[in-house]
């Protein structure tokens, strides 16, 4: 875990420094581009951490293994983190180059609602007490809104959007210059590693609170002080008399 | 590349610019921060819950 962190930071200000003051202003919207080096790898993050939560959504329904809903659970706030960070810088870009910060449009309609998805699914897996009830509901949220991302992926095809369509992960290669591209892919490649960073940090958390639960569910059951004096001493000394 | 001035002013939209990178690093930041104090938290609450049991046989 370390050592991913480490990597995360290192990647991250390598890409900043990159996306900031080496890659080239574009030709027509000038320095606003820079805001790409961060709003598409968000919007990259915001959906594979989706499909992330959805698969392990999935295999906790499916086959119930036990660390796969811990796993959804750890990576939907990151997740919605990185699904705000797209929102709002895409506001910011679309400020200047649109006219507009928010146009109610296929785009940006539909990445709003995998917003919404995601603090639904957060709100949901803590609404219950029980936390295996919790998180099997938060999965079939997840399953459920799946859906939208083939809606939020080709909306730029299927309906007239201010969004530019795909310029990288579009069949034919990327259409964006080299001295572009690789600073988002490095920039990307950093968002990745603090996906998944965070993600074994908020799984090992979960564990290490679960395991506390338990810990104290044992010692309450242990305890010796609200039973009568002679129940206490047989549990005290299993098998002792 | 080399006027600092120019580089913050970045082409005249700094005002769109600087706060996208502001804001993703607050938000970024942030839930990196709160991650890591929620798991010294829960180490700190397992490694108390842990320690009697030690010292008791």
């Known amino acids: ?241 | 590349m080399g006027d600092p001035a120019a580089f913050f002013a970045m082409g005249g939209y700094a005002g769109f610019v600087w706060p996208a990178y502001g804001l993703a690093f607050v938000v970024l930041v942030g839930l990196a921060a709160n991650s890591w104090w929620r798991y010294r938290q829960s180490v700190i609450a397992l490694e108390r819950l842990q320690q009697p049991r030690r010292i008791r046989p």
């Open chain 1, 1 to 241: 875990m370390p050592w991913c962190g480490w990597g995360a930071t290192v990647v991250l200000a390598v890409g900043l420094s990159w996306s900031l003051a080496v890659a080239p202003p574009d030709y027509q919207q000038g320095d606003t581009v820079r805001i790409m080096f961060i709003h598409v790898p968000a919007a990259w993050m915001a959906l594979s951490v989706y499909l992330f939560v959805a698969v392990v959504s999935a295999v906790a329904l499916v086959w119930r293994h036990p660390l796969a809903e811990v796993a959804a659970r750890a990576a939907a706030p990151i997740g919605a983190a990185f699904t705000l960070v797209c929102l709002a810088t895409g506001s910011l870009w679309g400020r200047p180059m649109w006219g507009t910060w928010w146009v109610w449009d296929a785009r940006l309609t539909s990445v709003l609602v995998l917003f919404f998805l995601y603090l639904g699914y957060i709100a949901l897996v803590n609404a219950f007490d029980d936390p295996s009830r919790g998180g099997k509901a938060g999965s079939v949220l997840a399953l459920v809104g799946i859906v939208n991302l083939p809606i939020i992926k080709f909306s730029v095809d299927w309906w007239n959007t201010l969004h530019q369509p795909a310029s990288v992960m579009r069949l034919g290669g990327p259409k964006i210059d080299v001295s572009m591209l690789v600073p988002l892919l490095v920039m990307a490649a950093g968002f990745s590693l603090l996906f998944l960073t965070l993600l074994m940090l908020r799984m090992r958390t979960f564990l290490n609170e679960r395991k506390a639960v338990a810990l104290r569910l044992n010692a309450a059951a242990a305890a010796p002080a609200p039973r009568p004096p002679r129940e206490r001493t047989a549990a005290a000394h299993p098998g002792a008399g």
